[in-house]
């Protein structure tokens, strides 16, 4: 039987969503590095997440172009457009990154179709992605997520012709971090082996947008980190 395909960068969102189809499916977890510092550290808790899930197993891709993007246009596209380094907000690489959640779930929907999976699952949270990406506004948090994706899903549909059908679904949608650290605890997600940060590692940093954010629901969620606890000590 094919699998289900869950995308996931080694966090506690995409740990959740597997958690959610683990019981009755076995799962593709996919993971992409796009150039993100982090992108090893991710690819390790993902590959932690298979001893939580069973039957499972990795799929670890690489996207050269979102690299190529987020290190600017390059000297003479620069020169003939006047782009200044810089520019813009969020910096040169905010542009790649905003087109980033489509160009993911376009890797997840490939990577489904070749495996012959009919669900694509991906942790996507209107909540976390609005802020994340620096929206603001009357129509923050996420106005507009569950429309992208009702249309990628019309997209696929129409791609997918007389093929099998495909559906992405993105089940956290409507839920902020701290309901999903609840949900982990309650899926018996090992949260202490999950990653986070925006840096490489080999620790989370604390202070980073994301660092702080996990920081900011745990305290929501009135639990503790397990991140930010010591080990205790050999006896
Ligand atoms: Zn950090």
């Not at 740990?15 to 499916?25: F, K, L, Q």
């Not at 510092?37 to 939580?52: F, G, Y």
């Not at 246009?73 to 907000?89: A, H, K, L, M, T």
């Not at 694509?120 to 996420?142: F, I, K, N, Y």
């Amino acid at each position: 039987m094919p699998p289900i395909v869950v995308m996931t960068g080694g966090g506690i969102k995409g740990a959740v969503a597997a958690a959610r189809c683990a019981e009755d499916n076995e799962l593709l977890l996919v993971h992409v590095n796009y150039g993100q510092p982090s992108a090893p550290a991710e690819l390790k808790a993902v590959n932690i997440l298979t001893k939580t899930f069973p039957s499972s197993c990795v799929m670890a891709l690489t996207l050269p172009h979102v690299m190529q993007l987020q290190e600017g246009p390059g000297r003479s596209v620069e020169q003939r457009f006047g782009i200044n380094e810089g520019v813009g907000e969020g910096g040169p690489s905010a542009p790649a990154l905003r087109g980033l959640i489509p160009v993911l779930m376009s890797v997840g929907v490939q990577c489904a179709w070749r495996v012959g999976a009919s669900t694509m699952v991906t942790g996507v949270s209107r909540l976390c992605e609005a802020s994340h990406l620096g929206m603001s506004g009357v129509d923050a948090p996420g106005y507009g997520w569950h429309e992208l994706v009702h249309s990628f899903n019309l997209m696929v549909e129409c791609l997918s012709g007389r093929g099998p059908q495909l559906r992405v679904e993105t089940p956290l949608m409507d839920l902020g971090l701290p309901q999903m650290i609840k949900l982990a605890r309650r899926f018996r997600i090992p949260l202490e082996r999950t990653w986070t940060c925006e840096q490489a590692g080999p620790r989370a940093c604390g202070c980073c947008e994301r660092c702080t954010a996990r920081a900011r629901a745990f305290i929501e969620a009135a639990l503790v980190d397990p991140l930010s606890t010591p080990a205790p000590a050999p006896v």
